[in-house]
């Protein structure tokens, strides 16, 4: 939302997000077809589905000892651990950007702007490895941005802190 004071104006956007379902799989081939995501293990009893701390990534991180991956593996079946029923990492970011418009000409100005994107520079996390053979499993190993893939991580939504001024001539 632009607010103009003094010829300036800033503009704000505000993203916040709940975190994603994540679907917990054991990694391993029950069939014999060459699918192995697809197999959810059995929840453990008793269990519980976190493990928190203050050095790991996010500040938690699923805990192995609560999936048993063989039990459903060996009887063919998949497990009683429901699609999705495990949660990532939610989502705080603060874009702002501050920018003026100076008039040359009767048709023709000039735009100047300074955009910050995450400008608290909090932490976004991806989604936690799912899959029960992988060495991280439980874990998240990218932030967000470079989670997503495609574009530079330092300009999509969940990255580090970074700045861009830019001039720009209208006509």
């Known amino acids: ?24 799989v054991t990694g391993r081939d029950p069939l014999g077809l060459g699918l192995t995501n697809v197999a959810r293990p059995d929840l ?8 928190y701390g203050d050095g790991l990534p996010g500040g938690k991180r699923f805990n192995p000892a609560a999936f048993d991956g063989e039990t459903s593996l060996a009887q063919a079946r998949q497990g009683t ?3 999705g029923t495990l949660r990532g990492f939610g989502l705080q970011q603060v874009d702002l950007a501050l920018r003026r418009r100076f008039a040359l000409h009767e048709r023709l100005g000039l735009e100047v702007r300074a955009d910050a994107f995450n400008i608290f520079n909090t932490a976004n996390f ?20 470079t989670g997503l893939g495609g574009l530079n991580p330092l300009f999509q939504i969940g990255g ?12």
């Open 1 to 24: 939302m632009p607010n103009n004071f003094g010829g300036f104006a800033l503009d704000s956007i505000v993203r916040l997000r709940t975190a994603a379902p994540v679907t917990v």
């Open 81 to 83: 651990l429901g699609r």
């Open 160 to 171: 580090p802190r970074s700045m861009q001024l830019a001039l720009r001539l209208q006509f």
């Open 44 to 51: 453990v009893p008793g269990q519980p589905l976190y493990l």
């Open 126 to 145: 991806a989604n936690p490895i799912g899959v029960l053979t992988n060495t991280n499993f439980g874990r998240s190993t990218q932030i967000l941005s």
